[in-house]
């Protein structure tokens, strides 16, 4: 997994939760690895069609808006 479960507790503390179950908390981490792949990805392919190695901010907005 990218992102701990400590990270994504502390997400779901901050917006609002008391309590989170193990099942929930696996659900919501899953989904967040994989929609942060995905975004990555398609950063990667952006930078990459631009003939750039780094990965610039834009390269970031334009997969999130994507």
Known sequence: MY???????RIL???????ISNEAMQIFQRD???MAFGIAQ???V???HAKR???GA???KLAIAR
């Not at 992102?3 to 507790?9: D, E, L, N, V, Y």
């Not at 503390?13 to 309590?19: F, L, M, N, V, Y």
Request: hydrophobic residues 40%.
């Open 3 to 9: 992102i701990p479960k400590s990270t994504i507790k």
């Open 13 to 19: 503390k901050e917006a609002g939760a008391t309590r």
């Open 32 to 34: 967040m690895n994989r």
């Open 42 to 44: 398609r950063a990667v």
């Open 46 to 48: 952006l930078a990459r």
């Open 53 to 55: 190695k780094t990965i």
């Open 58 to 60: 834009s390269d970031v």
